[in-house]
């Protein structure tokens, strides 16, 4: 069984930044869109940021747009997530996924992923 594996979270002070980053074993990211979401008790599942390295597609939600920056490093099998001028409305658990999924506008949906890893606790102080 494919198990990500997310990493990378910690406390910071608002306006600060913070790199995540998903191991993505066993699978070629030439294959897949990897995507990354995250959780706050009591809420659903959100779609944050995909890259479809294959493609050169990459797909933000508006809270996070010129603020979060995902890229891949295919010869590491690894994802990143680059978040710059955080906000304590950024506080979640952080997850990453893997999806073969070829309907790009799907992919921001959790339903798209067939691997995940363990999420990352990101905690933003005001």
């Known amino acids: 069984d494919v198990q990500l594996q997310a990493s990378g979270g910690g406390l910071v002070e608002a306006g600060g930044s913070m790199t995540l980053s998903c191991i993505v074993p066993?699978?070629?990211?030439?294959?897949?869109?990897i995507g990354w979401f995250r959780q706050t008790p009591g809420k659903a599942r959100e779609g944050v940021s995909f890259?479809?390295?294959?493609?050169?597609?990459?797909w933000y939600r508006d809270s996070v747009k010129d603020r979060f920056t995902i890229s891949s490093d295919n010869a590491k099998n690894t994802a990143y997530l680059q978040m710059n001028s955080l906000k304590p409305e950024d506080t979640a658990v952080y997850y990453c996924?893997?999806?073969?999924?070829?309907?790009?506008?799907?992919?921001?949906?959790?339903?798209?992923?067939?691997?995940w890893g363990q999420g990352t606790q990101v905690t933003v102080s005001s």
């Open positions: 890259i479809s390295s294959s493609e050169g597609r990459t």
């Open positions: 066993g699978l070629a990211l030439d294959d897949y869109a």
């Open positions: 996924a893997a999806t073969k999924s070829q309907d790009s506008a799907a992919r921001r949906f959790r339903s798209q992923y067939a691997y």
